[in-house]
């Protein structure tokens, strides 16, 4: 019963900035880390960046100084933006919660959202 949907996706030139958001819903006990990871084609899954419930980030190198990560615990919700965009990082973005539900504690991920860096 646990949803995560991501949203704020979509086409951009190079050097351009989005803002993805992430809502987490369902019977959760609690939320621990959440974070965005991507996927670009005929590429590994990589960690984006990583934010903890006390909101401790942590990025991937080649996003440092660029993207942001935040959280509102309130709402279940995460937030990247993503500026500076390069046409390299066109990926499709996931969000993903570790959360304990009922049964334990797991990884929940939504469907991702596709972003597209081109001129």
């Known amino acids: 019963q646990v949803q995560v949907v991501e949203s704020g996706g979509g086409l951009v030139q190079p050097g351009g900035s989005l803002r993805l958001s992430c809502v987490v819903s369902?019977?959760?006990?609690?939320?621990?880390?959440m974070g965005w990871y991507r996927q670009a084609p005929g590429k590994q899954r990589e960690l984006v960046a990583l934010?903890?419930?006390?909101?401790?980030?942590d990025y991937a190198d080649s996003v440092k100084g660029r993207f942001t990560v935040s959280r509102d615990n309130d709402k279940n919700t995460v937030l990247l933006q993503v500026n500076s965009l390069k046409p390299e990082e066109t990926a499709v973005y996931y969000c993903?919660?570790?959360?304990?539900?009922?049964?334990?504690?797991?990884?929940?991920w939504g469907q991702g959202t596709q972003v597209t860096v081109s001129s």
């Open positions: 993903n919660a570790k959360a304990t539900v009922e049964s334990g504690t797991f990884d929940y």
């Open positions: 369902g019977s959760i006990f609690s939320i621990y880390d």
């Open positions: 934010i903890t419930s006390g909101g401790t980030a």
